[in-house]
Structures are given as structure tokens and as C-alpha cells.
């Protein structure tokens, strides 16, 4: 099975900061990774698939890189409404979560 | 536009099996392009993705939750479903259906997308 291990667990910022959280899989999953973001009380919303495509409707401010063992996920400029829950997902080899980053206000 | 709406009991007592149906809306679920699947979270924690479907019934699950999960699909009435048997107080969680996109590409590799359309979810709770 492949784990995949997010840090921070939890990452306070103010608005406008840029910020960056990490996703790590225990074997190559290639680009074969999506991000979600999710808000309390909601499903989770898909950001990006396949390592860095923005999914329709995404702002620009929200990127993704990686590929093989290690990812990024970068808000540039982060805004009042991106404070939430994001998670990783691997797709490579059935499917598997990261446990999760919280972005709160510092 | 594609919806999703999760459905079932909300308490489900130790050792007894839950049932939960998604029901699809403004689409169709026999598209020869998507997989339909069922992620959990319990309260506080992250999501576990539980199994998939494919219109035609074909199936693959998490092999943490394999012993115990039957996923089925009714394409009359437009609905799949998920039963996992002898639950305990560890299967508590909120429980999403969603749908999976899958594409040729220009090899001819079938390969599928992380899931797009979300359910809003349901909470199920196991006690006595």
C-alpha cells in the first residue's frame, strides 16, 4: 500500500502570505496526485489533479508541483476564504489520502 | 449538473451491517467515462477512501476494508450503494459518495481522475 505523509499537520498565516504545504509518498506515484480543500461541515472540493493542472473554476493563486515522491502545494497570496483543511491523494496505485494540512489564522 | 445525495440510517448498532445508497442526479450513471465511489471521515480525523464501481458492476476496494465492504450499483433507479458488515464504534464517521472520471489517453491506457462531484455527505454513528 502506498502512505502518503502531509506536513505541516497544521501551518498558521495571515492573509496574503504565501504558503506552501509538502506531500510525501512512500513509493513513486509518478504525477499521479490530486489536492483538496475542505471547509468545516463540507465535502472536500478537488483544487488540482495530476501533480499541477488547476481543476475549472480554481483560482490562480493555487499551485501544485511535484512528481515521483514529493509534491507542493502553494497558495501565493493566501485570501480570508482559504482557510481550511487541504488534502493529498495519490491515484497511482488504488487511492490513498494524506492525513491532512490545517491552514489557519495565525 | 451532476449531484450526488448520500441516504441511510444515521445510527447503525455494534456488529450489524450499514447500508448507504448515493443517488445520482441531473446525469447518467451508466457513462462508460466514470467510476463511482464511497470516502468516510470520522469526526476530527482525514478521509479513507472505502471502495469503487463501475456501471457494469466491476469493483475494487480498500484492502484495509475488503473483508467487510459490498459496493453495488442499480442503474434503473440511477443509484449504487455500500454495505459494510460487522461495524464498530471505529467505522463512526461521515460518509461521502463521489464520482470518478476515467479517459483513454493516446496510448490506450485507461486511466481515471480523482474524484470531481462530491455528495454532501452523511454521518452515520455506531452505538448501542
Known amino acids: 500500500d502506498i502512505q502518503m505523509t502531509q506536513s505541516p499537520s497544521t501551518l498558521s498565516a495571515s492573509a496574503g502570505d504565501r504558503v506552501t504545504i509538502t506531500c510525501r509518498a512512500s513509493q513513486s506515484i509518478g504525477r499521479w496526485l490530486a489536492w483538496y480543500q475542505q471547509k468545516p461541515g463540507k465535502a472536500p472540493k478537488l483544487l488540482i489533479y495530476?501533480?499541477?493542472s488547476l481543476e475549472s473554476e480554481i483560482p490562480s493563486r493555487f499551485s501544485g508541483n511535484g512528481s515521483g515522491t514529493e509534491f507542493t502545494l502553494t497558495i501565493s497570496s493566501l485570501q480570508p476564504d482559504d482557510f481550511a483543511t487541504y488534502y493529498c491523494?495519490?491515484?497511482?496505485?488504488?487511492?490513498?489520502f494524506g492525513g491532512g494540512t490545517k491552514v489557519e489564522i495565525k | 449538473q451532476l449531484q450526488l445525495q448520500e441516504s441511510g440510517p444515521g445510527l447503525v448498532k455494534p456488529s450489524e451491517t450499514l447500508s448507504l445508497t448515493c443517488t445520482v442526479s441531473?446525469?447518467?450513471?451508466?457513462?462508460?467515462?466514470?467510476?463511482w465511489g464511497w470516502i468516510r471521515q470520522p469526526p476530527g480525523k482525514g478521509l479513507e477512501w472505502i471502495g469503487s464501481?463501475?456501471?457494469?458492476?466491476?469493483?475494487y476496494y480498500n484492502p484495509s476494508l475488503k473483508s467487510r465492504v459490498t459496493i453495488s450499483v442499480d442503474t434503473s433507479k440511477k443509484q449504487f450503494s455500500l454495505r459494510l458488515s460487522s461495524v464498530t464504534a471505529a467505522d463512526t464517521a461521515v460518509y461521502y459518495c463521489?464520482?470518478?472520471?476515467?479517459?483513454?489517453?493516446?496510448?490506450?491506457?485507461?486511466?481515471?481522475?480523482?474524484?470531481?462531484?462530491w455528495g454532501q455527505g452523511t454521518m452515520v454513528t455506531v452505538s448501542s
Open positions: 495530476k501533480a499541477s
Open positions: 464501481i463501475y456501471y457494469s458492476g466491476r469493483t
Open positions: 463521489a464520482r470518478r472520471t476515467y479517459y483513454y489517453d493516446s496510448s490506450g491506457h485507461w486511466l481515471g481522475e480523482p474524484f470531481d462531484i
Open positions: 441531473g446525469g447518467s450513471i451508466d457513462s462508460h467515462n466514470y467510476y
Open positions: 491523494q495519490q491515484y497511482n496505485s488504488l487511492l490513498t
